[in-house]
């Protein structure tokens, strides 16, 4: 209490000490303080767009690098989702599966598979070595079909922009579903389909193709492949234009192994083995003219 009366003596004594006539300058403090609330706003703005440019750059890093991989969603944070647009993306799966996501391809997939499926939906191509697992189905789904595995490796092409679906079976056994149908088509090693969406039909590919799983290997094999058919994927599975000027060109057929998978090295192998000319015309645009020798 003491205390207390003496810092009130001193109070006291601190206000006497101002002059009678002393008056505040109003419009002066409103400037200071008016900087000084701008100043603070500024620092807010700042930090926050430092933060805004420190996210940017991340995703852009991603983007260039081919893959972007979003942890959740506004609707459903329980499922994840990979995008593959200019490179291949591998990811293993919850429950140790492994995929390859082919270019602009994406896959949907949740954080842990529960219940008795597993299931993912698939945009896109990609190359699929699925764990073995007899009391949980691993079940692929497009816009179009329906594929289930217990253990096995395939390949499944299904790009909602195209009109036929693919389906490779490497090894194991895998049950494709189709649209108002019951009854699945079972398919074992080195059996290939190929489903329609137009007419709803499925056709067994009896000739084993190339194409179906040169897009995920780092060497590629020809025997006697048809320049025809190494322009088709080229141009399938890279962004590039390949125009034949000489007609005859495109049954010349192609002996060789290669170890770089790329349009490049590959067009380059055909300059040289065939001895024709190789013309770039625009940025990922080619041209072929010649005759084979």
């Not at 108002?180 to 590919?205: C, F, G, R, W």
Request: hydrophobic content about 35%.
């Amino acid at each position: 209490m003491q205390q207390q009366e003496k810092n009130n003596k001193e109070l006291w004594k601190l206000t006497e000490s101002y002059k009678k006539n002393y008056q505040p300058d109003v419009n002066q403090g409103l400037v200071i303080l008016k900087n000084k609330i701008s100043r603070t706003h500024a620092t807010k703005r700042s930090l926050l767009q430092r933060r805004v440019l420190q996210m940017a750059a991340a995703v852009l890093i991603l983007i260039g690098s081919g893959a972007v991989y979003q942890l959740f969603f506004a609707n459903n944070s329980t499922t994840q989702q990979l995008f593959a647009t200019n490179t291949l993306v591998h990811k293993t799966l919850p429950d140790g599966s492994e995929v390859l996501l082919n270019k602009h391809s994406q896959l949907s997939f949740p954080k842990k598979f529960e219940g008795d499926k597993r299931i993912v939906q698939l945009n896109g191509e990609a190359y699929f070595k699925i764990k073995k697992d007899q009391n949980q189905p691993f079940i692929v789904q497009t816009s179009a079909t329906e594929v289930e595995v217990l253990g096995t490796s395939f390949n499944l092409r299904a790009y909602a922009k195209e009109e036929i679906t693919s389906l490779k079976v490497e090894e194991g056994r895998v049950a494709i579903h189709l649209p108002d149908s019951s009854n699945p088509t079972i398919l074992t090693a080195n059996q290939k389909v190929q489903y329609a969406q137009s007419d709803q039909t499925l056709k067994e590919i009896t000739a084993t193709n190339w194409e179906d799983t040169a897009w995920h290997t780092s060497k590629l094999t020809f025997d006697n492949t048809p320049l025809s058919e190494i322009i088709s994927y080229l141009t399938t599975n890279f962004d590039v234009h390949i125009e034949v000027l000489s007609p005859s060109l495109s049954q010349c057929p192609l002996t060789a192994t290669l170890v770089d998978n790329d349009p490049l090295s590959i067009l380059k192998r055909i300059e040289k083995t065939f001895q024709v000319q190789l013309n770039t015309t625009d940025a990922n645009s080619y041209s072929l003219s010649g005759v084979c020798q």
